[in-house]
């Protein structure tokens, strides 16, 4: 099997997804995941807080040669729980094989839409 590019640690320090957006398009951020190697990569997502305990039980495979743009607006927990809205956060992606990490934010809050992009800050 060929070793993946990249690191299994990634770290995101400034996450937020607002309550409201204007328009049809719904404001949302993406951590997108580049899977080079040859085993699918299971991800443990956590994010944390300013005023309260991590949630910690975001699970997601990225399969082998593969991306993945996944939508925190989406995105459940084990138990049914999404990404709070509102809240500053910031998000630890762990992986079990080596992959590479982008996060995006899609800001529609206000009509002139606003494109951000940054790639995560890998952790050895």
Not at 79 to 99: H, L, M, Q, R, W
Request: overall charge negative; proline content about 6%; some cysteine.
């Amino acid at each position: 099997m060929a070793k993946g590019l990249g690191e299994k640690t990634w770290l995101i320090p400034d996450g937020f997804l607002p309550i409201h957006s204007t328009g049809d398009f719904p404001s949302h951020e993406a951590i997108c995941v580049l899977n080079t190697g040859d085993a699918d990569a299971h991800l443990n997502i956590c994010f944390y807080f300013e005023d309260r305990d991590p949630m910690t039980d975001f699970e997601f495979v990225c399969g082998s040669n593969r991306t993945q743009h996944i939508r925190l607006d989406r995105l459940k927990d084990k138990n049914g729980n999404g990404v709070p809205t509102g809240v500053p956060y910031a998000i630890k992606v762990c992986s079990d094989v080596e992959i590479v990490v982008q996060h995006s934010r899609m800001d529609t809050t206000q009509p002139a839409m606003t494109l951000m992009t940054t790639m995560a800050h890998p952790i050895k």
